[in-house]
């Protein structure tokens, strides 16, 4: 069975910078794709940013030019470099893999932009 588990996570003031990892453990093969999602409070979870088997990203457009996404296919993880951090930024932060039919989701890890 995959787990993922994500690190990273904290306080941080506004225009700081915070980076988020995000290993796998457990049976790893056909990974489709890797993405960060996050949820604030009172809010649906949405996707941040994703990478696909072939390297191609893809961000939502309130994150473009402040934060990167980028994988070790050999340890099985993915990073997400936060620049630039807005209070609008707060929320959980999760990691998700997809392997072929499978989607495995991380605990969560809470980032809070405050000064």
């Known amino acids: 069975q995959v787990q993922l588990v994500e690190s990273g996570g904290g306080l941080v003031q506004p225009g700081g910078s915070l980076r988020l990892s995000c290993a796998a453990s457990g049976s790893i093969a056909n990974i489709y794709s890797k993405a960060w999602y996050r949820q604030a409070p009172g809010k649906q979870r949405e996707l941040v940013a994703i990478i696909g088997s072939n390297g191609i990203t893809d961000y939502t457009d309130s994150v473009k030019g402040r934060f990167t996404i980028s994988r070790n296919n050999t340890k099985n993880t993915v990073d997400l470099q936060m620049n630039m951090l807005e209070p609008e930024d707060t929320a959980v932060y999760y990691c998700?893999?997809?392997?072929?039919?499978?989607?495995?989701w991380g605990q969560g890890t809470q980032v809070t932009v405050s000064s």
């Open positions: 998700r893999f997809v392997l072929g039919v499978i989607i495995v």
